[in-house]
């Protein structure tokens, strides 16, 4: 595939959305595409290490592959989309602007790529008033 093919691929896949933070591309713009295992450790370029990701949680990522469970004080390999599903690991708070993990690393993800930091509630609680948030 070529990187063109391989985008609109990953993108589609994705309904257009971050595969961790579940933001919309309708909201946050800039929609990139992560290599679950990084490039620098030998992850490929292929549909299968692939992810739509956001820029906030991209800014957050970088190469890592662990986070910390902040309930545990433990190292927890980070979530994985291609191989895990999201429901299993991660639900919204009955106040949907918070991201809660149900699993160990549930809450390392959040911790590591700092999905419910302070910037982020707040542009989710706009959503919610437009209808944007929680994704159906
Ligand atoms: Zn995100």
Redesign the pocket.
Known sequence: LTKDELRRFVTERASGR?E????NALV?VIMELDHIIPRAQGGETTTENLCL??R???GYKHNFLTGIDPQTQTEQPLFNPRTQAWTDHFRWDDEPSLLLGRTPTGRATIQR?Q?NREMIVKARKLWIEAGWHPPK
């Not at 961790?20 to 933001?23: G, K, V």
């Open positions: 971050c961790y933070c579940q933001a946050i990701y956001c906030h949680c991209n790529l999905i």
